[in-house]
């Protein structure tokens, strides 16, 4: 499984991106997909996520501001950032996650940079 990230960038306080991640080589149907963060100097975080036909889920500080989709046609997770703050600086990662047997696939991150 291969997931490439693409949309990031730099952008003003108050302004919008968004991302992008195209999975191929995927042999189940059945996953979870998700954004995770990582500010330079802490953890990675989990941003939102997203299953097949679930609700998304978001963490606190980002609730209202971003929207997480899929495009199942395409194979391509979406994240809209509206509204975006400095805080949310970073290196954005999608993940795959496979369900029955449970395995994790990374991209390698798209840097944003929220600053004026």
């Known amino acids: 499984v291969q997931l490439v990230e693409s949309g990031g960038g730099w952008v003003q306080p108050g302004g919008s991106l968004r991302l992008s991640c195209t999975a191929s080589?995927?042999?189940?149907?059945?996953?979870?997909m998700g954004w995770y963060r990582q500010a330079p100097g802490s953890q990675r975080e989990l941003v939102a996520l997203?299953?097949?036909?679930?609700?998304?889920d978001y963490v606190d500080s980002v609730k209202g501001r971003f929207t997480i989709s899929r495009d199942y046609a395409k194979n391509t997770m979406y994240l809209q950032m509206n509204s975006l703050k400095p805080e949310d600086t970073g290196v954005y990662y999608c993940?795959?996650?496979?369900?029955?047997?449970?395995?994790?696939?990374w991209g390698n991150g798209t840097q944003v940079t929220v600053s004026s």
């Open positions: 993940r795959l996650t496979t369900i029955n047997p449970t395995v994790h696939y």
């Open positions: 080589g995927s042999r189940f149907s059945i996953n979870v």
């Open positions: 997203i299953g097949n036909g679930g609700r998304p």
